[in-house]
């Protein structure tokens, strides 16, 4: 069973995939999976700052999760304030750059397992 969050407030607010992942996707799916026993996967759209949520379905690890190598949004409010962002310029809507290599995964997300903190 899926639900959709048209407007996700985390994301449209920060415009921010790291902020998304870690502040929001990350301990949301852990919360479900772990604490409430239901597994959930959420799947965040950085066009339109929804996001579904698949409820039953076990949550890949970050390795896994194209949400963890999402590029720098355009519009990141953190990117503006990180004084060393990886990409300026990566499109919410393309992983793509100039010459059609993949950009880069945002500089301020973070892949950290629970329990090895």
């Given at each position: 069973q899926g639900v959709t969050?048209?407007?996700c407030r985390v994301l449209e607010s920060s415009g921010c995939?790291?902020?998304?992942?870690?502040?929001?996707?990350?301990?949301?799916?852990?919360?479900f999976t772990n604490d409430v026993g239901l597994p959930l996967t959420m799947v965040p759209d950085y066009e339109t700052f929804s996001c579904e949520?698949?409820?039953g379905a076990t949550p890949p690890s970050p390795e896994d999760d194209p949400a963890y190598s999402q590029p720098c949004l355009s519009q990141c409010k953190v990117l503006s304030a990180d004084p060393k962002p990886?990409?300026?310029?990566?499109p919410a809507h393309s992983p793509a750059v100039e010459?059609?290599?993949?950009?880069?995964p945002c500089s301020n997300l973070q892949t950290v397992v629970k329990g090895a903190e």
């Amino acid at each position: 069973q899926g639900v959709t969050i048209e407007k996700c407030r985390v994301l449209e607010s920060s415009g921010c995939a790291s902020v998304c992942s870690n502040v929001c996707k990350g301990p949301t799916q852990d919360f479900f999976t772990n604490d409430v026993g239901l597994p959930l996967t959420m799947v965040p759209d950085y066009e339109t700052f929804s996001c579904e949520f698949i409820f039953g379905a076990t949550p890949p690890s970050p390795e896994d999760d194209p949400a963890y190598s999402q590029p720098c949004l355009s519009q990141c409010k953190v990117l503006s304030a990180d004084p060393k962002p990886a990409v300026l310029e990566a499109p919410a809507h393309s992983p793509a750059v100039e010459g059609g290599a993949a950009a880069p995964p945002c500089s301020n997300l973070q892949t950290v397992v629970k329990g090895a903190e």
